[in-house]
């Protein structure tokens, strides 16, 4: 099961509480990239959170060994035409996942996420762990 993969937050969520499976399937991963809106929603929670120091401290260092994949310009004219398609099938999803599905598209990788609506983004790869 090597491939390259894209987490959402969920994903990283359940890795953190120590979910068998997504710890597995990680390990079998050849190539794992966290879009730059993950580790900023993580950022959030562990802020709103009753343990911000351990939780940010999490936060820092899983960001410190795996690759941070930031928005560009090509990034946004994806997001622009996902939210339009989206729009117009009367499907509209939340603007970060937007943002995180159109990562996952411009760079070709496989999004994993718990989140089914990510099913209505034409054009990506996508797994549930």
Not at 19 to 41: D, N
Not at 68 to 73: F, G, K, P, R
Not at 114 to 123: G, M, N, Q, T
Request: charge should be positive; aromatic fraction near 10%.
């Amino acid at each position: 099961m090597a491939g390259k993969y894209l987490l959402d937050t969920n994903i990283v969520i359940a890795l953190f509480a120590g979910a068998r499976s997504v710890v597995r399937k990680l390990k079998r991963a050849s190539q794992v990239y966290l879009p730059s809106v993950t580790v900023g929603e993580l950022f959030y929670g562990a802020y709103k959170s009753s343990q911000v120091r351990e939780n940010v401290r999490r936060i820092e260092e899983f960001v410190a060994v795996n690759a941070v994949l930031a928005c560009d310009a090509a990034t946004a004219e994806l997001y622009g035409y996902v939210k339009s398609r989206l729009q117009g099938k009367g499907r509209p999803l939340p603007d970060n996942d937007i943002w995180i599905a159109s990562l996952a598209r411009q760079h070709g990788l496989t999004l994993v996420s718990r989140d089914v609506h990510f099913k209505e983004v034409e054009k990506i790869h996508l797994e549930a762990w």
